[in-house]
């Protein structure tokens, strides 16, 4: 415990200074959320690359959740989809489920090359398309895997903060 | 004659007539249905008249011999009449359609059922020994008729029986013995000699007697260990009988107590009420917890009556011990709650029996694991049940929370009065209340969640239909005695101090202790909290901005469709409390695992399979009956059917008396 | 009622409603600054709050008005509590509701309320939070009350108002044994009740690992706001409760301005000291199997119970 306590004080604050507020034009829907945006994750068929990349999104060194941003566990509670991958044959039902259990306004986050144009599984016999195909999307991050910067300048888009 | 006599008279002759009724012509079930609850208003009538003041007795040496019969109703009897006549008249109304059935129109039923009402009702009011057994045997046979009435449904009603006939028998003959006892020290068999005569027992013949009555009455009342019949015998009775049995019956098992011990022994050593207190605890730690682990709605439910008797008896032990300390205004203050609690139970349990019996009637099961998604089908019988569940759970606003705050108000007082004797009883029944308090509610949200809520577990339940109306009346009239006891208690509060003989508590919509500082409002605590939702409510409706309610299907991870089967059942539901209570109720888990033939890698099927057995039944019973059986078996070996044999045996038998005769005299 | 006991009635629900979500969101900065994160800031749940009330509201196919109700009995529960229980004056508004029983039974009610409305969904989530919730509240329930009982024995009585009063006339009775065994116990299960680790992670997305989340899988928008604000301020609630069982001192005695405002400042900074100790308290340990939970609220319930003992051999 004494051990902890003495690494947390050595580390201290490991968060980067936040960088300014990225311009481009916010979705009208996210203005309504003021700055509180919960997040449920969806993985439709990524290959896991995005996955660390969010993961690390979260972490301490890029910190998301000081921008309003927070991961929730069930789309009851939360305004936005984080899609990754493409969307399988399989995923495709649930992803479109998972879009109507979230409760109105409610926004989709498309994370990674897959997830925008189907990436280096285009064409594959188990592709059911992107994820534009099946949900509207309203915010496209590009990457393969996206950098975790990138990732919370589009969570940026949404909270505004 | 006054009211108390006039009520008596009428509920005693009301039933005769009713069975006469019954026996001489095909009466229909409905008509018995009607005596049985007027008899029950003619002994609200005579109970409340003697709680009032207006107590009476009669002696009519005639109709039995040896003692006649002899009749008085005071305060403490007049409570427990007018508890019983009010469950009767539930009981009553329900029946009128529920005993609609050919089993329970069998010309036995039918007589039994209102001769079952007018033994109880005479039980409290007798006043002399001859006539309390004679009452309480009309009342252990008739019920015991009535337990058997579906007999056809299975061999587990037979079985069950079987257990009630024996135990209520043995209950019977100890009651019989300590009273034999007292008698013999006394010489007359009335109460009033009896009274004056108690005070001068010797230390060890009292505690002979009381403690002979009391094992009679704890089995009575259902106490652990004595209460093996119990979830037996309740749940496959007919569900007004149950509910006759666990809220009025049992009760007589505390009446029985309070009169031997408190009344004509004269309160007696502080070991008495330690041992009754030690019963009480134990009862209702382990029929609660029994309750919590049990999938079927009705055993449930007499489980749960174990916990509630167990309950009255700290109560009433505490009650003792302060009265054996000479802390008489504390010791009213415990009766006081534990017969609050008393009645208390008694609404709760009808209704809950009642509703139990209505789901029973519609879906042909009690097993709450096939139950669940009865309130789109059956909302009067929800709910009934959700206000007795409430009740039940010592929640606020509920008739429990009232007399279980006030039996910790006892407690709690009680600590630095009693010596060390209290204070080591003293905690450990608080920590036995606390601990019943927290299961029950447990046990409630699981019986209530899992039975009524959620989607159907079964087709049963799928095609299932509200009852009829004079079911539904039976329940709404319990439900609404519910519900007044838990936000009024200070009605029925001068009643019940009458009968506890003692002013503990006052107040109209406060209860206020008098010895002690101590102060509860149910009724501004329920309105409070209406209040509360009302304004939250409120400010809902102006916060929020969009008002429709959009439908959308259940969140099932995006998969699905999700079967009933997924759901959580009461057997799963109490699998977290079983585990946390392993090593009191000692679970049989059996896990069968069938592979394919192709590979010992692929499941086929899991089988799960969980039982919790009663252990202090297993540990005490189960020797006693292998012992018997093993007598049995042995006996048999005497009895080849030969009949020289069995004249050889009367000849020696002659020879024995004979010779025995020469060598005595 | 007296003036004060009104006034506190007044004052102290709408402090807990406003605070609460401010508590929560200061325990978040610390743990963030302790894991060497920013943090979303303080006033973060307030936002989702608000968010939530501009949301649609959503009704479950299948689910009944037990579902529809149970965030409003929470909250209310917790609002009459908040009312009764004297947080910022050591008088009540309804002095015959803040008996510590019934303070007690009425918070169980409201979670009571919740496991139904779990269960009403039919979805094995929610019987499962349910099933957890219930077995925590019949292990809790016991402790609750024996603590309860050690404190009010030597005070007579189980009236709030009284317990505190006596407390503050009495200082020397806030490091007796009895105190101190007691306060350890409360801690223990104020940490379980509220849903804090080891006992609950609230931000778990491990469905299997949730107690309190599983429950409200289901609901969504302007409900979930209810059940989010309910259980922060039964946080509050029940950390006000155990600072001014054990350290009254700076609540209000007489009806004037100052003193209503020490009132407010001291309760105040106790509940944000508590608060900040428990978050802090949290980044240290690990959150406990559900089945090694029974163990530690056993160990709880011996303290009460040695409290209790301590109370009438030590008297
Ligand atoms: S975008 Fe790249 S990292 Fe992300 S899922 Fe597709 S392949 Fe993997």
Not at chain 2, 97 to 109: C, E, K, N, Q
Not at chain 3, 27 to 45: H, S, T
Not at chain 3, 176 to 195: F, N
Request: hydrophobic content about 55%; charged content about 15%; glycine content about 10%.
């Amino acid at each position: 415990m004494l051990s902890l306590w003495r690494k947390i004080r050595r580390t201290g604050r490991v968060a980067e200074s936040a960088p300014p507020l990225p311009d481009g034009e916010r979705p009208e829907r996210a203005v309504v959320l003021g700055g509180s945006v919960q997040i449920r994750h969806v993985d439709a068929g990524s290959c896991n690359g995005c996955e660390v990349e969010i993961g690390s999104a979260f972490g301490p060194v890029y910190d998301g959740e000081r921008y309003g941003a927070r991961l929730v566990a069930s789309p009851r509670h939360a305004d936005a989809l984080l899609v990754t991958g493409v969307v399988t044959r399989n995923m495709a039902e649930p992803l479109r489920r998972t879009f109507d259990a979230v409760p109105a306004p409610k926004l989709v986050v498309a994370v990674g090359d897959c997830a925008r144009d189907c990436g280096v599984f285009a064409g594959a016999y188990g592709v059911a398309g992107a994820v534009r195909d099946i949900v509207p999307v309203d915010v496209e991050i590009p990457g393969c895997p996206p950098r975790p910067e990138a990732i919370v300048e589009g969570l940026r888009k949404l909270t505004g903060r | 004659m006054n009211l108390a006599a006039t009520g008596m008279a009428a509920a005693v002759a009301i039933a005769v007539l009713t069975a006469l009724l019954a026996v001489v012509v095909r009466t229909r079930t409905s008509v018995v249905g009607v005596g049985t609850a007027l008899t029950g208003v003619a002994a609200v009538v005579a109970g409340a008249a003697a709680l009032a003041g207006g107590s009476f007795s009669v002696v009519l040496p005639g109709v039995l011999p040896l003692s006649g019969v002899s009749l008085t109703l005071d305060p403490l009897g007049g409570l427990f009449v007018a508890v019983t006549g009010g469950v009767a008249v539930a009981a009553g109304i329900y029946s009128m359609s529920y005993a609609d059935t050919p089993d329970l129109r069998a010309r036995g039923v039918r007589v039994a059922l209102p001769l079952f009402v007018v033994a109880m009702v005479l039980v409290p009011a007798a006043a002399n020994v001859g006539t309390l057994l004679v009452c309480w045997e009309l009342m252990a046979l008739t019920s015991l008729v009535l337990v058997v009435a579906e007999h056809r449904r299975g061999p587990q009603v037979a079985s069950a029986g079987r257990w009630y006939a024996v135990m209520t028998h043995l209950g019977f003959v100890s009651v019989l013995i300590g009273l034999m006892l007292f008698v013999a020290h006394t010489g007359d068999d009335s109460f009033a000699a009896m009274r004056e005569a108690g005070r001068h027992l010797s230390p060890a013949v009292a505690g002979v007697v009381f403690v002979a009555t009391l094992v009679g009455f704890a089995s009575k009342a259902g106490i652990v260990p004595l209460h093996a019949w119990l979830p037996r015998a309740h749940p496959e009775a007919p569900s007004h009988v149950s509910a006759l049995m666990s809220a009025a019956m049992v009760n007589l098992g505390v009446y029985g107590l309070v009169r031997v011990g408190v009344d004509l022994l004269g309160g007696g050593a502080a070991w008495w009420w330690l041992l009754v207190l030690a019963l009480g605890a134990v009862s209702a730690v382990y029929g609660i917890l029994q309750a919590a682990m049990s999938s079927d709605l009705k055993r449930l439910l007499g489980q749960s009556t174990t916990e509630n008797m167990g309950l009255v008896l700290i109560g009433v032990g505490a009650a003792g011990l302060f009265a054996s300390s000479g802390d008489r205004a504390l010791a009213a203050l415990a009766l006081t709650a534990a017969l609050v609690h008393v009645v208390g139970h008694a609404a709760f349990k009808t209704v809950l029996f009642l509703a139990a019996g209505s789901v029973l009637h519609a879906t042909g099961s009690r097993d709450l694991d096939a139950l669940g998604g009865l309130r789109p089908v059956m909302p009067v019988t929800t709910a009934a049940f959700g206000v007795g569940a409430l009740a039940a759970s010592a929640l606020p606003p509920g008739t429990a929370f009232v007399s279980e705050w006030l039996l910790l108000q006892a407690l709690i007082h009680g600590l630095p009065a009693g010596g060390v004797a209290a204070a080591i009883a003293m905690p450990v029944a608080v920590a036995a209340v606390a601990l019943t308090a927290g299961l029950a509610v447990a046990t409630f949200v699981k019986a209530f969640g899992v039975g009524f809520l959620a989607k159907p577990r079964s087709e049963a339940v799928a095609g299932a239909h509200e009852s009829p109306f004079t079911m539904l009346a039976a329940m709404g009239i319990a439900a609404v005695v519910c519900v007044v006891l838990a936000l009024w208690p200070a009605g029925i509060l001068p009643a019940v101090q009458a009968a506890a003989g003692g002013v503990a508590v006052s107040g109209d919509v406060t209860l206020r202790l008098n010895q002690a500082t101590g102060a509860l409002s149910p009724l501004l605590l329920t309105l409070g909290l209406v209040a509360a939702v009302a304004v939250v409510a409120a400010v809902m409706r102006a916060a929020v901005a969009r008002r429709v309610r959009r439908e959308a299907r259940l969140w099932d991870c995006g998969g699905g469709p999700m079967s009933a089967r997924m759901e959580y059942t009461a057997t799963s539901f109490a699998e977290p409390l079983q585990r946390v209570f392993d090593d009191v109720v000692q679970p049989e888990l059996d896990v069968d695992v069938s592979h394919h033939e192709e590979s010992r890698y692929l499941v086929q099927a899991v089988e799960y399979r969980r039982k919790v057995p009663d252990r202090i039944e297993r540990r005490l019973y189960q020797p006693v009956l292998s012992v018997i059986t093993a007598w049995g078996r042995a006996g048999r070996g005497l009895a080849p059917g030969s009949v020289h044999r069995y004249l050889g045996y009367g000849f020696y038998a002659v020879c024995g008396v004979l010779l025995l005769l020469a060598v005595t005299r | 009622m007296s003036a004060l006991g009104v006034i506190g009635g007044v004052v102290q629900p709408v402090l807990i409603v406003a605070g609460s979500p401010l508590l929560v969101g200061l325990m978040r900065q610390v743990r963030a600054r302790l894991e060497g994160r920013a943090g979303a800031g303080v006033g973060q749940p307030w936002r989702d709050l608000r968010k939530l009330l501009r949301k649609e509201r959503i009704a479950p196919r299948g689910t009944s008005e037990v579902f529809r109700f149970a965030p409003l009995v929470l909250v209310a529960t917790t609002l009459v509590v908040a009312v009764v229980v004297p947080f910022v004056a050591t008088e009540s508004a309804l002095d015959p509701v803040a008996d510590l029983f019934a303070v007690v039974a009425l918070l169980a009610l409201g979670a009571v309320a919740l496991a139904l409305a779990g269960l009403d969904t039919g979805t094995a989530f929610g019987g499962m939070g349910a099933s957890r919730e219930m077995t925590i509240l019949a292990l809790v329930e016991p402790t609750l009350l024996v603590a309860i009982f050690a404190l009010s024995v030597r005070v007579g009585s189980t009236n709030l108002g009284a317990i505190v009063s006596s407390t503050l006339h009495d200082p020397a009775r806030v490091i007796s044994p009895v105190s101190l065994l007691a306060a350890v116990a409360l801690i223990v299960v104020i940490v379980a009740e509220t849903g804090r680790i080891p006992v609950d992670n609230p931000s778990t997305h491990l469905e299997l690992t949730m107690v309190h989340e599983a429950m409200v899988l289901e609901h969504a928008g302007p409900d979930l706001a209810l059940v989010e604000l309910a259980s922060a301020m039964r946080l509050s609630v029940f950390l006000g409760l155990l600072a001014n069982l054990f350290v009254p001192w700076g609540i209000a005695t007489e009806a004037t301005p100052l003193a209503l405002l020490i009132g407010v400042l001291a309760l105040v900074v106790k509940v944000g000291v508590l608060g900040g100790l428990l978050a802090a308290g949290e980044v240290f340990v690990a959150k406990l199997r559900l089945f090694r939970v029974p163990e530690l609220l056993a160990g709880s319930f011996l303290l009460a119970l040695l409290a209790v003992a301590a109370s009438f051999f030590l008297a």
